[in-house]
C-alpha cells in the first residue's frame, strides 16, 4: 500500500491505473531472472525464429489429417526434448499433444494451452502463394522499403520489427515456439520453473474444439492444474503484453416471419396482405432503443454496477476510440457505451444480417413471403445462454408474435396473423475470473515485475473463447496471455508474427514459469 491524496490506495491498483507511474520495484532475484532470459533471447534469436520456420513449415488446415499428425508430432518433439512426457490423443480429426514436466519441489500445476491448427488458406491470396513456406521480411507487407530476407541461417542479429510470414506463424504456432524457448532460457541460466509444468496442444482450435470437448470430461485428472493460461491471440495495439481474466459467450439464432405463402403482387395486393419484412423491422426495432440498449426485459439482470476499481481497470486500458472510429469510418459508438472496455460488462445484442425480398438489380414489385433475421448474443457470466433466450422468447410473445419452431403448416397460418419461427444454437458460456484474486494478482505482479512493464488487464475480452469449458476441465481458474502483434492477420491471408512480439513472448513465458 502507499499513500496518494491522503487516500490509502493497494499498491496493484494504482499500478494499474497510473500504469507506467507506479511499477512495483523489480526483486534482485527477479531482476537477474530476467536479464539472463534476455541475455539467452539476444543470443539464440536464429534458433527461435528457425524453430517457428520449421513449424509452421507443416501444412495444418482441417481435412489433412496426415499433416496434421506430424504438427502433433513435431509439437511433441519440441516438448520431450524439453524433458516433458507426451502424449497423444487421437480425436476424430487431430491428436491432442498432452505435455507433463514434473519440477523438483515444486507443489502448484501450471497447465499451458495453445493450438498448432491454423485457419483455411486460399494460397492464391498470399505473397509468394506458398503459405507453408515461412518467410522472413524486414517489415510489414506493403509498407516502404520492406525486403525478404531469405538467408535465415546466415543472419546473427533479428530487429524486432522484422516479421515472419506464414499459416499460424502468430496463431497459434509462435505461443508454442516460445514456450520450448523459455524453457530453453530458464535452464541455460541454471534455473527451472516454479511450477510442474502441464501443456495442451489442441488441433481443432479453429473449427471449434469438437475433440477436445467431447474428451475433456475422460482428461480431467491428466489437464488438473491450479491455474490455466490460454496462450492464443494479439496483445493489445498499444504492443503491452496483455492478460485477459475472461471471455464473452455467445447464444446464436435466427427469426423467421412468415408473410403470404409466396410472394404476392404488391399492386394486386399492397395495403391489404401483411408484409413480412415490415412486421420483422417492427419486432427488431422493439428490442434496442436509440441509445444502443437492449429493450428485451431482464436483459441485464444481475450485472452489478460497476465498482470504483472496476471502472479505474477499464480506463487503464489504453484504448485509442478516435483512431478506431476513423479506421471504421464511424462518427460515434452508441450512446449507452461509456468506453469500449465497458461495453464488453454487458451483453450485446447484434443482428448479423438480415433478408427479405430482393433488392438491386433483382428487386421486383411483391410483397416478400418471409422475412429472417439472424443474430448473436454475445453474453456474459452474468447472464447464461438458457435465460437470455428465455427472456428473447418472453419479448417476442410481448410484441404480439406466435413463436414457432418449425414452418407452420395451413392451420397455424390459419388461426396467427405474426408468426416467427426461432432456431437457435447451443450456447458457448462466458468465463470471468476476478483481478483481484490472489492467484491473479500473482500473474500480474509477476509479470510486471519480470518485464518491467504493466501488463495491459483486460477484465474480458469481448469475444468468445472457450474458456470456460476449459477452466472446467482443469478445476482451474483460467487467464488469456496475449503475446503476438495485433496486426498480424490471423486467419487470413499474409499471417505474420513480428519478431518483437515473439522474443517478448519467450520473456512472458518464462516469466510465468518462474511466478
Ligand atoms: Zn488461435
Given amino acids: 500500500m502507499i499513500r496518494f491524496s491522503g487516500r490509502r490506495i493497494p499498491t496493484t ?140 541461417a546466415s543472419l546473427s542479429t533479428f530487429d524486432p520489427d522484422w516479421r515472419l510470414y506464414g499459416r499460424s506463424a502468430a496463431d497459434d504456432k509462435a505461443p508454442i515456439v516460445a514456450i520450448a524457448a523459455a524453457l530453453d532460457a530458464l535452464r541455460s541460466s541454471g534455473r527451472a520453473p516454479t511450477w510442474n509444468v502441464k501443456i495442451l496442444a489442441d488441433g481443432e482450435e479453429e473449427s471449434g474444439s469438437p475433440g477436445l470437448t467431447a474428451l475433456a470430461p475422460t482428461l480431467r485428472e491428466r489437464l488438473k492444474a491450479d491455474l490455466l493460461l490460454m496462450l492464443d491471440g494479439p496483445a493489445h495495439p498499444s504492443g503491452r503484453p496483455t492478460l485477459v481474466f475472461g471471455a464473452r459467450g455467445v447464444l446464436t439464432f435466427e427469426l423467421t416471419v412468415y408473410g403470404p405463402k409466396q410472394e404476392l403482387h404488391s399492386g394486386h395486393y399492397g395495403n391489404w396482405i401483411p408484409n413480412p419484412a415490415v412486421r420483422l423491422s ?29 471502472r479505474a481497470l477499464l480506463r487503464s486500458v489504453p484504448d485509442d476510440p478516435d483512431a478506431l472510429l476513423a479506421l471504421f469510418g464511424v462518427a460515434g459508438p452508441e450512446a449507452s457505451a461509456e468506453s469500449l472496455q465497458e461495453a464488453y460488462t454487458r451483453p450485446s445484442l ?45 419479448h417476442i410473445a410481448s410484441q404480439g408474435f406466435h413463436l414457432v419452431d418449425r414452418d407452420p403448416d395451413d392451420a397455424t397460418r390459419a388461426r396467427y396473423r405474426d408468426i416467427v419461427k426461432l432456431t437457435v444454437s447451443a450456447p458457448t458460456e462466458a468465463y470471468r475470473v476476478s483481478v483481484t484474486t490472489p492467484m491473479s494478482r500473482m500473474v500480474i505482479d509477476g509479470l510486471s515485475r519480470a518485464l518491467g512493464q504493466q501488463p495491459v488487464v483486460l477484465r474480458t475480452s469481448g469475444a468468445t473463447v472457450p474458456m470456460a469449458d476449459l477452466s472446467a476441465a482443469a478445476g482451474a481458474p483460467a487467464i488469456s496471455v496475449q503475446t503476438v502483434n495485433f496486426d498480424d492477420n490471423q486467419h487470413t491471408d499474409n499471417e505474420n508474427v513480428r519478431l518483437g512480439h515473439l522474443f517478448n513472448a519467450v520473456k512472458t513465458i518464462a516469466a510465468l514459469l518462474t511466478m
Avoid at 286 to 307: E, H, N, Q
Avoid at 371 to 377: E, N, Q
Avoid at 378 to 394: F, H, N, Q, S
Wanted: hydrophobic letters at 50%; proline letters at 6%.
Fill in 282 to 310: 417492427r419486432l427488431v426495432a422493439s428490442m434496442k432503443d436509440d441509445s444502443g440498449r437492449v429493450l428485451v426485459k431482464g436483459f441485464y439482470d444481475g450485472i452489478a454496477p460497476l465498482t470504483n476499481e472496476e
Fill in 350 to 394: 447484434n443482428i448479423r444480417g438480415i433478408s427479405s425480398g430482393h433488392v438491386g438489380a433483382a428487386a421486383t414489385n411483391v410483397i416478400p413471403s418471409e422475412a429472417v433475421a439472424s443474430f448473436d448474443i454475445r453474453l456474459v457470466t452474468e447472464t447464461p445462454g438458457t435465460a437470455i433466450l428465455d427472456k428473447i422468447k418472453a
Fill in 13 to 152: 491498483w494504482l499500478a494499474l491505473v497510473a500504469g507506467a507511474v507506479a511499477l512495483a520495484a523489480a526483486s534482485p532475484r527477479a531482476q537477474a531472472l530476467s536479464a539472463a532470459v534476455d541475455a539467452y533471447v539476444a543470443s539464440h534469436q536464429r534458433e527461435i525464429v528457425s524453430s517457428l520456420i520449421d513449424l509452421v513449415s507443416i501444412p495444418n488446415v482441417k481435412g489433412d489429417a496426415a499433416n496434421l499428425r506430424r504438427n502433433a508430432t513435431a509439437v511433441g518433439d519440441l516438448l520431450r526434448a524439453r524433458g516433458f512426457a507426451v502424449e497423444l490423443v487421437d480425436t476424430a480429426a487431430a491428436p491432442l499433444v498432452l505435455g507433463e514436466l514434473k519440477v523438483p519441489g515444486a507443489t502448484r500445476t501450471v497447465l499451458l494451452y495453445a493450438h498448432y491448427d491454423g485457419q483455411p488458406v486460399d494460397p492464391a491470396r498470399w505473397t509468394p502463394p506458398t503459405p507453408f513456406a515461412a518467410v522472413l521480411r524486414s517489415g510489414r507487407l506493403g509498407a516502404a522499403g520492406v525486403k525478404d530476407l531469405p538467408n535465415v
